[in-house]
């Protein structure tokens, strides 16, 4: 039987350079010496591949910079898991996919949090007597209130609080005037007060 490169020959840098990606992952999962080195060689091979993956799906340099970092470990963590009847660039992108829409989700969910908290401000500026935190803990309520309120109510008011757009910009997207973009977004803001209020205050009587 024929030995792959990584049987071959000696574990120094310039030798692992030449090894294929698998030959790497054989070496180091199944030796101490030099495992590192390994590591590292592999690793090195597809940084810029994995920046530029994480950027793409994420939009963000610094957040992928960061990505590329947890995906590293992740990779030293699972190499072990790593089956050699795959390719190991296939197996490194379904875990940079997996780590991408880990970062998305947790991103939406931070996002919808300073969205929901804006709406519950417009709430407590005539409800002052409730604790900020007691309000803050509800914000799953306030995402049922949203639910319920009628079609157009939700759609104005996630154009201007979930998607930040000015009321020039909303007026344009409705295909009405400014003045009825305002009348809309303000008839909208009240009947979120008044949802809110019916819905909320038996959760702190």
Aim: charged share 20%; proline share 2%.
């Amino acid at each position: 039987m024929q030995m792959s490169c990584a049987q071959q020959q000696p574990s120094t840098h310039s030798a692992m350079i030449v090894w294929s990606d698998e030959d790497l992952v054989s070496w180091a999962c199944g030796n101490q010496a030099d495992r590192h080195q390994a590591l590292n060689t592999l690793l090195a091979r597809h940084r810029n591949w994995i920046h530029r993956r994480c950027q793409f799906r994420l939009g963000n340099v610094d957040e992928a910079e960061d990505a590329c970092q947890e995906i590293a470990i992740r990779v030293c963590r699972h190499l072990h898991q790593f089956e050699a009847r795959a390719q190991f660039k296939a197996w490194l992108n379904t875990i940079i996919n997996n780590h991408c829409n880990t970062v998305a989700v947790r991103s939406s969910r931070c996002i919808a949090s300073e969205h929901i908290s804006d709406l519950i401000e417009i709430y407590q500026q005539q409800h002052e007597g409730i604790d900020p935190y007691d309000v803050l803990i509800e914000q799953n309520l306030v995402q049922r209130v949203l639910a319920h309120l009628p079609q157009n109510a939700r759609e104005v008011l996630r154009l201007r609080f979930f998607d930040e757009h000015s009321l020039e910009d909303i007026a344009n997207i409705l295909r009405v005037t400014l003045s009825a973009a305002k009348a809309r977004l303000y008839r909208a803001i009240e009947q979120f007060k008044q949802a809110y209020c019916h819905h909320f205050k038996p959760s702190i009587s």
